[in-house]
């Protein structure tokens, strides 16, 4: 049962790769423009410029095209499911993901208004280089291609998804995110989540 899961998880990730065809021209797979009128219905809950005003909502600004075009993928593929999110995603062809994620990767990401305990100041980077988030994430966890970038993420956001990767309930393309959490304590995912979601772009 789990490896059928994660032989099909590799699939997927393969899959979506397959999709995200970068354009050599541009260096973008979708276009700015086109995805900016789209998204229009998507900053009701991400927020002007995919920058998300509440905690339990992702922030979409400033994510790498490709982390951004695999989310959706997995989402209208129902791979990743959420009743709020997944009917946004069920309709988009994979030029509509590519667009959308194009313009969200191209907006800045707001300083966050999120505060980080003083403790977990100096905890935070200590966790983030023991557990290897900032070897995949980068130095400064701004991500890169297919990996998520979480600095500044909000939050609820992020507590809710490195808890769900913990006990394997979060999607998870490649396996590589449940693998990183699984020696997390729960104490440890509190300490990251308030230490990221403080760190300013
Ligand atoms: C009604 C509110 C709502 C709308 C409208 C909406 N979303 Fe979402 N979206 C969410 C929520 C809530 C989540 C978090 C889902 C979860 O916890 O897995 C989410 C998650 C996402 C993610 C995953 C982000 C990450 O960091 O993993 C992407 C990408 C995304 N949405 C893109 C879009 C796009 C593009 C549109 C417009 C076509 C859109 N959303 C419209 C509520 C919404
Ligand atoms: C081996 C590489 C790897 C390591 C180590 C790693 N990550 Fe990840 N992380 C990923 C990948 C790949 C994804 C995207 C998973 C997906 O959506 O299927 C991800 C997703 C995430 C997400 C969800 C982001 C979003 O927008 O939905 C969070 C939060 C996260 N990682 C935090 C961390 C933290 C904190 C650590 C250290 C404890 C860590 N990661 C270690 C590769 C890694």
Known sequence: MTIFKSVKSVAVAQLAAAAFLILPQTGHA?????GRTR?????????????????SVPTLAAQPEQALATMLY????????????????????????NDLAAYFESE???TPSHQTKPANLELGPVLAKKYNCTQCHGPELKGLQHIPNIRGQQHDY?????????????????????SASTGLKDEDILVLSDYIAGLSN
Do not use: W, Y
Not at 30 to 34: F, K, N, P, S, V
Not at 39 to 55: F, K, L
Not at 87 to 93: E, Q, R, T, V
Not at 158 to 178: E, P, S, V
């Open 39 to 55: 998204a229009q219905t998507c900053i009701a809950c991400h927020g002007p410029g995919g920058n998300s005003p509440t905690s």
């Open 108 to 110: 800045k990401r707001l």
């Open 74 to 97: 997995q989402f209208r593929e129902e791979n990743r499911k959420n009743p709020v999110m997944s009917p946004f995603a069920a309709n988009l062809s994979n030029a509509e993901m």
């Open 158 to 178: 992020l507590l809710a998804q490195l808890q769900g990767f913990k006990a394997m309930k979060r999607a998870d393309m490649d396996g590589n995110m449940t």
């Open 30 to 34: 979708g276009d700015i423009e086109a």
